[in-house]
């Protein structure tokens, strides 16, 4: 079945850090995939999305490649914000329906 | 725009109890997924609701089940309450026309089983 793979936390990087939480995933088909992030006490916010194979999405400086090859979808920064502490978590939508299918989640914890 | 929102905030309950919880989907939306995280877990698929039907449905016992009225809102009942089911519950809306992954999430319920 339709599995997410993230890299285990938490992650604790000082501010202007460079962020990489890796993510892999298992699925039949061609699934879209997604980055959200939960701040603490709100609700999940999609960050980025990629539709398809060698697809990149970007949103507030991060960045997520869609690599069918290595079926990953690892999730970059290039200097992260103590803004960014959060919950990070990848999904993939195989139906098409957005019935989402979540990793366990990744948390940020970015000191000044 | 006041988004998703979901009542109540919190709720305790003790086993074998009954439990509805509530979700107003963002303005325009017609469709409401539910999701159940656990504790240190990613959200897991409930079930999605579209023209007052259940369209989909994830790997959970029929204890769960839901509704949607004609104006869009959900609910999303519990029975026979377990101590695993204590988690955060999640509503999730959007709207059917757009692109399908447009989908606006509310801040949960937080559901606790004594």
């Known amino acids: 079945g339709d599995s997410v793979t993230q890299m285990e936390g938490p992650v604790t990087l000082s501010e202007e850090a460079f962020l990489t939480i890796n993510c892999t995933y298992t699925?039949?088909?061609?699934?879209?995939l997604f980055w959200y992030v939960q701040y603490p006490g709100e609700g999940l916010q999609l960050l980025l999305k990629?539709?398809?194979?060698?697809d990149k999405g970007s949103n507030k400086g991060f960045e997520a490649t869609y690599r069918k090859e290595t079926t990953s979808f690892h999730l970059e920064k290039g200097s992260v914000q103590v803004s960014d502490s959060a919950v990070y978590f990848c999904?993939?939508?195989?139906?098409?329906?957005?019935?989402?299918?979540f990793g366990t989640g990744t948390r940020l914890t970015v000191i000044p | 725009d006041a988004g998703v929102t979901q009542s109540p905030t919190h709720l305790i309950k003790t086993r074998g109890q009954q439990v509805t919880l509530r979700c107003s989907p963002k303005?325009?939306?017609?469709?409401v997924s539910w999701y159940q995280q656990a504790l240190g877990q990613g959200p897991q698929f409930i079930f999605q609701?579209?023209?007052?039907?259940?369209?989909q449905r994830g790997n959970f016992p029929d204890r769960f089940s839901g509704h949607q009225f004609p104006n869009y809102s959900s609910e999303l009942n519990v029975n026979a309450l377990l101590l695993g089911d204590s988690a955060l519950y999640l509503c999730?809306?959007?709207?059917?026309?757009?692109?399908?992954?447009?989908?606006?999430f509310g801040p949960g319920t937080r559901l606790t089983v004594l």
């Open positions: 999730a809306s959007r709207y059917t026309g757009q692109g399908l992954y447009e989908q606006f």
């Open positions: 699925a039949t088909g061609y699934p879209s």
């Open positions: 990629a539709t398809k194979a060698d």
């Open positions: 999904a993939l939508d195989q139906t098409g329906a957005n019935n989402l299918f």
């Open positions: 303005s325009g939306h017609d469709t």
């Open positions: 609701y579209y023209e007052e039907e259940e369209r």
